[in-house]
């Protein structure tokens, strides 16, 4: 029988009950070599979103199936309040950390330093000096942290005071390590390897377009970290082994299956708030949601070096019921100081409720690119299929709300392409999201455009699951005709397969455009106008 330290613990609402939660009978000292207790507390995809928010996610068209989350939000809103908020966050973790007393492991899955106006203009350093007084242990970069310039990136790193690691990150010229890919960490009487894999498809990704990836390769590497695995059972005997990984759910539990000697696999980069952890090949996989949310707690019991029993359960981050770490929170207002005066700026008016975390739509994603079609004047435009970002109330519009919604300085490109590529180029976005192979799904969400219909069946096979797309006007898509197109943080218009032609780097930044376009056609309302429709729900995937 585990120990009390194991016992069934489920989260209920209000910090009331959390001294009777936190005061259960600590961990128990271990009883041989290789064996003892540990919790491993982690977060993931925090997007540098260090103040508390109002987040969700509608329905939700996942690889998986379907994910509804249906009812009136704006009441929800109100009952709940707002989530995360890195203060908030904060004292969870110090509060589960505390409880075990040196027995805790404090990891971060990437994602985190950058995603908002305020990592733009303090180019995430804020969101270091934070986390350095939380006190994390580890952490693996994800994609959004190469956003940075290879120097602010390693300056970053260089600030951190906990390691960052990732086995899977080399240079382009000699393919060698650019951070250290594990650390190992003592943790009460188990030594501990943390392993960091860091975004496979980055170097494919729209954040290939600036910043540190263009310098690096990236990659599954599936092969190189069974050999790190062996390498580090012969040179250090750890009593457990645990990734970092920013590599997605789906691409992680197939990872675990496929690479054997991992122990726990705490996932990010999807944003899947998994509430109970699979197990693959003996692995335990599981991830925390996203922008604070939850704080993800993993009590594990070793006994001889295998895990004997765990207990799992993510902490949900209410603004009402936790209160801010008082020094945390001091360091976030003292961040906001220096940009009060741009980010508070009112620039419109919301007259609903804009959301952006829907799979095939989203409100926000129509604003944007609706937004980019009109100040080009083009046909059609295109923006990434970004997943992060949080709720926009009805109400007023600052400037952080649209710096939030495009935290880069990305330009605007205008290119012509025919009716035919564009089909092609829509036909392998869909196909990265619906996949039966996990490790085909680059990206994994749905790009967002304007001046286009599409219909599609998810369950037909590659290259026919598109069934139709028609214009703005109602027209069939004409595979001869040319089409105008605006575009921003995209790479197919340099790709010679998809035959753009006069590309135009317009010198604009798009989320200064934004505003503009904001301010002056305030009020804005959200609105669906079924842009995207699946027409069969995809086939479930393991």
Do not use: C
């Amino acid at each position: 029988m585990l120990s009390v330290f194991l016992s069934r613990i489920r989260w209920i609402r209000g910090w009331l009950i959390l001294p009777l939660i936190f005061g259960l009978a600590p961990l128990q000292a271990a009883s041989a070599a290789g064996s003892g207790q540990v919790r491993i507390i982690s977060t993931n995809d925090i997007h540098a979103y260090m103040r508390s928010v109002y987040y969700r996610y509608m329905d939700q068209l996942r690889p998986w199936g379907m994910q509804s989350s249906e009812g009136d939000y704006l009441e929800k809103a109100r009952f709940e309040g707002k989530v995360g908020g890195i203060a908030h966050v904060a004292t969870v973790i110090d509060r589960l950390r505390s409880e075990v007393s040196g027995k805790a492991l404090v990891l971060d899955s990437g994602d985190t330093w950058h995603g908002t106006g305020l990592s733009l203009f303090d180019q995430g350093e804020s969101v270091v000096k934070v986390m350095n007084a939380i006190g994390y242990d580890a952490m693996v970069p994800g994609n959004w942290e190469y956003f940075f310039s290879r120097e602010q990136f390693m300056k970053l790193v260089e600030q951190a005071d906990f390691p960052v690691v990732a086995y899977n990150l080399t240079d382009k010229e000699w393919d060698e390590p650019v951070l250290e890919p594990y650390v190992i960490k003592q943790v009460g009487d188990l030594k501990i390897a943390v392993i960091g894999m860091t975004y496979p498809w980055t170097g494919l990704a729209s954040v290939a377009t600036t910043g540190a990836a263009k310098w690096w390769n990236f990659g599954i590497r599936e092969a190189e970290a069974e050999e790190l695995i062996e390498q580090i059972k012969s040179s250090d005997d750890p009593d457990l082994i645990v990734f970092i990984s920013h590599a997605g759910y789906g691409m992680d539990r197939q990872f675990a299956q496929r690479v054997d000697g991992i122990d726990v696999m705490v996932s990010g980069h999807t944003h899947t708030a998994v509430f109970d952890p699979v197990v693959h090949n003996g692995t335990l996989v599981y991830e925390g949601g996203a922008h604070g949310e939850y704080v993800a707690s993993l009590d594990l019991e070793i006994k001889d070096g295998e895990i004997a029993g765990y207990d799992y359960r993510l902490v949900k981050v209410q603004q009402n019921n936790i209160p801010a770490d008082p020094e945390i929170d001091a360091l976030v207002e003292e961040a906001y100081r220096t940009h009060a005066d741009i980010l508070y700026e009112v620039v419109g008016q919301a007259e609903g409720l804009f959301y952006r975390q829907d799979y095939w739509q989203s409100t926000l994603g129509n604003l944007i690119t609706d937004s980019l079609r009109r100040i080009e004047g083009v046909d059609i435009s295109f923006f990434p299929a970004w997943r992060f970002g949080v709720s926009l109330m009805p109400g007023e519009i600052t400037a952080e709300d649209v710096y939030n919604m495009v935290p880069t300085d990305g330009r605007i490109f205008t290119y012509s392409m025919p009716g035919r590529e564009i089909r092609d180029l829509l036909e392998n976005i869909v196909d990265a999201i619906v996949n039966p192979d996990p490790y085909a799904r680059v990206g994994g969400d749905m790009i967002r455009f304007s001046g286009l219909k599409i219909v599609t069946d998810p369950a037909n096979d590659r290259g026919q699951r598109i069934l139709s797309i028609t214009t703005a006007d109602d027209e069939p898509l004409s595979p001869d005709k040319y089409y105008s197109v605006a575009s921003v943080h995209t790479r197919f218009q340099d790709n010679p397969m998809f035959g753009a032609t006069d590309i135009v780097d317009t010198g604009k930044v798009f989320v200064e455009e934004l505003i503009r376009h904001i301010r002056a056609s305030s009020p804005v309302t959200p609105g669906l106008d079924g842009r995207m429709v699946a027409r069969v729900a995809p086939r479930t995937l393991n």
